[in-house]
């Protein structure tokens, strides 16, 4: 069983779009050891999204192996563990826990919206026996704290089936979905199959994790009202804390929901297409970069950044639609499609990346401006993710925008995971103080105002481009 000595160590663990983390913090929530592990998402028809909870699974054995092995820590040091995971995602498993078929996640478009409860309605409709044949539905998180502790468990800020309209629609199948438990509150501790499997140790408390995004909340600080983060990695969400309820922002394609923190609500929205658009121009466009990669030590992505530095702010009226796997915040559109606009044969391989990068900025200032129209103040931005190891990504932002942005120094998601745990252990007792205190930052990023007003000008073509190609969006979807 797990003793009580030397607990000094929390355990982060993020599955999300493209790559699964686990992360080992101390509890000043300094990093001993990160690995991480790529997965494929696949797509068997234009529009559909799914993923291998085995590869989940397997990512999680692996990436703990690596972190025990790369570190002095002991298994039995661990004093807890929080899972975070993309979001959302239905994973259907039998009374063994084997999925029936796979996870079907947040990108896909199949049904309509970008939720959960078209997902589970269409395998209804078209897989009849895998609804019949499920013992429960789990989201992606609580696939893997299942496989950790054998329980079934759910957050409040991910649980979608709790209206009265979903509780109707699915009637026939409440109780196949799986127990909320609050937010840092204890699941169950890691069995000793699980331990055999991951090299933890047996009788480790899991506590309950959420949403990869709420995550980084924690692991950015974003936790005292005024505060606003974004978060760039395969997807991109820009959300504000406030000390009170904005539910005009609702006619606006964004949300506003309670926080995490005692009388604190969230403001803001989601994208569908962040950092995966520019791992889809190193995987698409990229061959030459990451050769180059190969040889110099630096990243694919690094190098496309020195590029399209070298490109100028705007990509010389170059302007790119986001929409590759259609939209949510603010348009809401499953039909949208990505377009890259005004090009001619002065453009290079480089316009397009640094476009792709202006793209998502303008895709927050969107939601910004959304935002902002119904009374919400939005200053400084914290910046978090994959996207925020990019000096260039970050000028660009701050430039489209006109804000400040400062980026987190640690991967946030993990490390957002690690202080749930020490919240859930009853290692920290306050969350606010102890993400103030944990949470370290970079040096801030000013916006150039000439730059901006630069972009302002593109910027509403780009808000122009996207109502006068949307009945054609339309029109190609039904062909």
Known sequence: MHGIRNLTYLLG????????????????????????????????????????PALWWDAVKKTIS???????????????????????????????????RPAIIWMDTRGGPHNAAPKLQWIREHQPEVVQRAHKILLADGYI????????????????????EVMEMFADVVDKFPETKPLYGLIGE?????????????????????ADGIAAWFGGGLVKP???????????????????????????????????????????????????????????????????????GLSPFEIIDIKASKIPAGSDNLIVLPYFNGERSPIWDSNARGVIFGLSNAHTKAHIARALMES???????????????GVKIGEVRSMGGGSKSRLWLQ??????????????????????AILAGLGVGIYKDPVETCERL?????????????????????????????????????????
């Open 66 to 100: 690596k972190i025990l092995e790369a570190s002095t820590v002991s298994p039995d040091q661990i004093a807890g563990i929080c899972v975070s995971a993309l979001s959302p995602a239905v994973v259907p498993i039998d009374r063994n826990g084997k999925p029936l």
């Open 13 to 52: 663990i993020d599955a999300g779009t493209t790559s699964l983390k686990s992360a080992i913090y101390d509890l000043n929530g300094n990093l001993i050891a990160i690995a991480s592990q790529e997965y494929p998402t696949f797509h068997p028809q234009p529009g559909w999204a799914e993923h291998s």
């Open 145 to 164: 704290n299942y496989k950790l502790t054998g329980q079934y468990t759910a957050d409040p800020f991910q649980v979608w089936w709790n209206t009265k």
């Open 396 to 417: 660009i932002k701050a430039d489209v925008l006109g804000k400040t942005f400062q980026p987190v120094l640690a991967e946030a998601e993990p490390l957002g995971d």
């Open 439 to 479: 949470v370290k930052l970079g040096p801030k990023v000013e916006p150039n105002m000439a730059t901006h007003e630069k972009y302002t000008k593109l910027y509403k073509i780009y808000r122009k481009l996207y109502v006068n190609v949307k009945p054609l969006f339309d029109e190609l979807a039904i062909q």
């Open 190 to 210: 890691v069995t000793a199959d699980a331990a055999k499997e991951t090299g933890l140790a047996t009788g480790t408390p899991v506590v309950q994790g959420s």
């Open 226 to 296: 005024g505060r606003t983060g974004e978060f760039t990695g395969q997807s991109a969400v820009i959300m504000t804390i406030t000390d009170k309820d904005y539910p005009a922002v609702y006619d606006k394609g964004l949300w506003c929901f309670q926080g995490a923190i005692h009388s604190t609500w969230v403001v803001g929205g989601p994208m569908s297409n962040g950092g995966g658009l520019y791992k889809w121009f190193r995987d698409k466009l990229g061959y030459e970069e990451s050769e180059a990669a190969s040889k110099t």
């Open 360 to 374: 998502v900025a303008y895709g927050f200032r969107h939601i910004v401006e959304q935002a902002e129209e119904v």
